[in-house]
């Protein structure tokens, strides 16, 4: 927890039954480092094996061979060749190579992290300003059965001295910094403030949380919710989708979040399922409002695909128990008509519409698969 994001909250007689005091964790603010006023860098490796390793790449690279307490002293005219350094070390070896810097005489061992997060660090020092100047482009999610649009799922991109980040980027940054917890809070707040109001009669808005981050529901979704009632949403009306590239928290810990988001109204989505972690004991144990099918499953689809019978049986395990299905990555209008066939609920693609700034409806090409229908 950084001193500068500290403050003492209201916890709402919503969540709890009666107001409570308490002091917020960082997932309430974006706190990144400073990375530009650095001076130096301490770098060791936690083996003689590597740490003669890195002796030798520092010397090949021009860099000081300073030492100060066993560790080699890189100043900051030697930053941008870390990379590069870094790139010498197998991916089994880089977290074993550690870095932390120096404030004047002091070293700053709070902020002790591998060479390889640092890098991360270094190399992105547009992460602050990108906080500043969220947006989001809003992708539609359409119905199979009349293919209205059923909603829009918010995407977050950063603009950035006229650089445009996307999603990865941006998650990869905010790891690399230490700020996964406050930078997945602070875009969910911007996608419900932007996004929400540009909404038509009725339809959802899609919005992605990484579960890794959130250690308590009750403390860490209470500024996401003061977000919803303040552009006066109607909590039915919104959708918040698991998104983890690596391992969900436990299982215990994921049911609790989820239902503290149904506890206010509002829905719940699993993704990638077929792939990754979405497995179909999450399923069952979760039951989520919606499950959407991973796009390896979906891309290039046709008649003859051996997935046909695996898409068939993860489309009707979902409605057995419940739940109901996107079809992801549909580009084409053959994979539209396969997962129509096969009974998916909902499709999203480039086909029906690619990600825009602004609430752009289904695509022209899309629109003649339901006329005459």
């Known amino acids: 927890m950084t001193a500068s994001a500290v403050t003492t909250l209201q916890l709402p007689a919503s969540a709890t039954g009666h107001a409570t005091g308490f002091t917020t964790c960082d997932c309430h ?4 480092l400073d990375v530009t006023r650095l001076e130096a860098l301490s770098v060791h490796a936690s083996s003689r094996h590597l740490h003669r390793k890195l002796a030798l790449l520092l010397a090949a690279h021009g860099l000081p061979l300073e030492v100060r307490d066993d560790a080699f002293v890189v100043p ?4 941008d060749l870390l990379s590069e350094v870094l790139a010498a070390f197998s991916r089994t070896e880089r977290p074993d190579v550690l ?3 120096w404030a004047g005489e002091r070293l700053e061992t709070w902020h002790l992290a591998s060479l390889e997060q640092w890098v991360g660090r270094l190399t992105s020092g547009w992460f602050a300003g990108a906080c500043q100047h969220l947006r989001f482009h809003l ?6 059965r009349g293919g209205g649009v059923y909603g829009y799922e918010a995407l977050v991109r950063a603009e950035v001295e006229g650089r445009l980040f996307g999603a990865g980027p941006l998650l990869q940054a905010a790891a690399a910094h230490g700020q996964s917890r406050g930078f997945d809070a602070h875009a969910r707040r911007g ?6 109001p540009q909404l038509g009669a009725g339809q959802v808005l899609f919005i ?12 860490c979704l209470l500024t996401t919710f003061d977000a919803c009632r303040e552009v006066g949403a109607d909590f039915s009306r919104l959708l918040f989708e698991v998104t983890e590239s690596e391992a969900f928290p436990d299982l215990r810990l994921l049911k609790s979040i989820l239902e503290r988001y149904r506890a206010e109204g509002a829905q719940v989505a699993l993704d990638d399922l077929g792939a990754g972690h979405t497995g179909l004991s999450y399923l069952s144990e979760l039951r989520p409002d919606i499950v959407k099918l991973d796009r390896d499953l979906i ?13 068939t049986a993860l489309v009707r395990f979902a409605h057995d128990l419940g739940i109901r299905v996107v079809a992801e990555g549909i580009e084409t209008a053959e994979e539209l008509g396969m997962v129509r066939e096969l009974g998916a609920d909902y ?4 086909f029906l519409g690619r990600p825009a700034p602004e609430v752009a409806g289904l695509s022209p090409q899309a629109a003649p698969f339901w006329s005459g229908r």
């Open 29 to 32: 603010a974006v706190v990144p």
């Open 76 to 79: 900051a005219r030697g930053f």
């Open 99 to 101: 870095a932390a810097p």
């Open 139 to 144: 992708q539609p999610i359409v119905e199979m």
């Open 191 to 196: 996608a419900i403030r932007q996004a929400y």
């Open 208 to 219: 992605n949380f990484a579960p890794g981050v959130v250690y308590n529901p009750d403390i």
């Open 299 to 311: 891309r290039g689809l046709h008649g003859a695909d051996p997935r046909v019978p695996l898409v």
């Open 347 to 350: 499709a999203q693609g480039y």
